[in-house]
């Protein structure tokens, strides 16, 4: 096809303005040609068309990269909060668990304890 998002908007805007007034297109008579070997000496005239507004697809193209960007902003801010939870809390698991393993091995510590924080036994 010759009109496509690959080609700029000016340049689809301007063909199909020309298409429009009359003009001939060389690039269309050319694809029609090698599409349609068999067809020759034809003439191309444009009486009506309708087109997509290609300026509203260029500014919902760059809405939508916008909204990809923040969308990936938000994604990658929330997964570092979310992981430097998860370490935080890893952290504090792996130094319970080392008290644990200190008072099973020597439970007179639990003792110590008490008397460090000045907490009496009934």
Do not use: C, W
Request: zero cysteines; charged letters at 25%; a negative charge.
């Amino acid at each position: 096809m010759i009109l496509n998002a690959f080609t700029s908007l000016e340049e689809n805007t301007s063909r199909l303005e020309n298409l429009l007034s009359g003009k001939q297109d060389q690039e269309l008579a050319l694809e029609i040609t090698n599409r349609f070997p068999e067809i020759q000496d034809f003439t191309l005239n444009v009486q009506s068309a309708k087109f997509p507004d290609f300026e509203l697809y260029e500014q919902v193209r760059l809405l939508y990269r916008e909204f990809l960007a923040k969308q990936r902003e938000i994604v990658s801010s929330g997964f570092a909060a979310k992981a430097e939870s998860h370490i935080a809390a890893q952290l504090r698991l792996d130094e319970l668990e080392h008290y644990g393993d200190l008072l099973t091995r020597f439970p007179i510590l639990l003792d110590y304890l008490k008397l460090e924080s000045g907490i009496t036994q009934p």
